[in-house]
């Protein structure tokens, strides 16, 4: 089983749809997790952090279910700026020292008129 | 400004020419890493450096080197390149405390091609 899996789609939506992304990670020990933006061929940027009790900035919802061990992202109101690919990242605690940090590939979203 | 910046952007190069891609970030992090990005992969980590003169194997560090002589510099190195290699490398740097623990900033990404 992957360390980080996510559904590469594409997820194609209309201009003002709700769209919601998963993300699985296998390891119970992770304990930061956050969503990336990446848009073609540019670098990742932070999109936000996901905390234990769901946090929202905006248009966007993120949630963490331990139990079941993935995160979401909710994307409400879609604009074709939103249109990129949305990267979960999730962070384990590493016995010496230091995290290690590993990405999902990557949920392509296009919005579209 | 805040950055990270690498150089170059774009190289096209042959097999066995060494070459070395620099990174450099102004904003005094101690974490720094090097990935690279492949359809269907994802993002995976190369090397890390925790500090100066740390520095720890990734996920896929096989033929690739990296120093971390001075905070903001962390230069990626390929000995002797090979066409597996050609991808999209991303260099990325971390504090290791404050509201930013953990975001990883990116620099802009260098298009390898090993021909």
């Known amino acids: 089983r992957k360390e980080v899996e996510q559904d590469p789609g594409p997820f194609n939506v209309p201009e003002g749809a709700t769209v919601a992304f998963n993300c699985t990670y296998s390891n119970s020990a992770s304990q930061s997790f956050f969503w990336y933006r990446q848009d073609c061929r540019k670098e990742p940027k932070l999109l936000m952090s996901v905390y234990s009790s769901g946090n929202e900035d905006g248009r966007f919802t993120a949630q963490l279910n331990r139990a079941s061990q993935y995160i979401s992202l909710l994307i409400r109101d879609s604009k074709l700026s939103d249109s990129a690919t949305y990267l979960c990242v999730v962070i384990l605690p590493l016995t010496g020292g230091g995290n290690k940090l590993t990405f999902g590939t990557g949920t392509q979203l296009k919005v579209e008129l | 400004e805040a950055q990270v910046t690498q150089n170059p952007r774009y190289l096209i190069t042959v097999t066995g020419k060494k070459l070395t891609v620099t990174c450099s970030q102004n904003?005094?992090?101690?974490?720094m890493s090097w990935y690279r990005q492949d359809p269907g992969l994802g993002l995976r980590q190369i090397y890390y450096?925790?500090?100066?003169?740390?520095?720890d194997k990734g996920d896929v560090p096989e033929g690739y080197k990296v120093s971390r002589k001075e905070k903001r510099n962390f230069p990626l190195i390929l000995e002797s390149p090979s066409p597996n290699q050609t991808s999209l490398y991303f260099c990325?740097?971390?504090?290791?405390?404050?509201?930013?623990?953990?975001?990883?900033?990116f620099g802009p990404g260098t298009r390898l091609t090993v021909l």
């Open positions: 904003m005094n992090h101690e974490y």
């Open positions: 990325a740097s971390s504090p290791r405390q404050g509201p930013s623990y953990n975001e990883q900033f």
């Open positions: 450096s925790m500090n100066v003169e740390v520095t």
